[in-house]
């Protein structure tokens, strides 16, 4: 069981899960959820194109997009993990993403049980 808000949360898997079927023409996609103290752990992991540290740093930033090839791709805004990150803020949570460039990308969510109120 998590505490948060079921669409948002929904919402940062179906992101997650996207991306990393956007960005794997060959290979596998896992997706894991776990218990690691008091918090729920999501990951999801591929074996895509992967992204260089500089992506990773600015993969979070709005309207950017690690893969320049997609830049005039239509319907996509670069705004997707700006919004995951947001939202795995607001329930307290953290957002931690390993990855090399032509190996993958894991990208690891926990949520921690309780929340703090501000």
């Not at 956007?22 to 752990?41: D, E, H, L, M, P």
Request: proline content about 3%.
């Amino acid at each position: 069981m998590v505490l948060g808000d079921q669409d948002r949360l929904t919402q940062v898997l179906f992101n997650l899960i996207n991306n990393a079927i956007q960005f794997t023409q060959k290979g596998q996609i896992k997706v894991s959820v776990g218990r690691q103290g008091n918090a729920t752990i999501f990951t999801v992991s591929d074996t895509g194109i992967g992204m260089t540290a500089e992506q990773v740093d600015n993969v979070f930033e709005r309207y950017y997009k690690a893969d320049p090839s997609r830049m005039s791709t239509k319907g996509e805004s670069g705004i997707g993990m700006a919004i995951v990150k947001q939202i795995v803020t607001l329930h307290d949570g953290d957002i931690t993403i390993d990855s090399t460039p032509k190996v993958g990308t894991t990208i690891t969510v926990t949520i921690p049980d309780q929340q703090t109120v501000n």
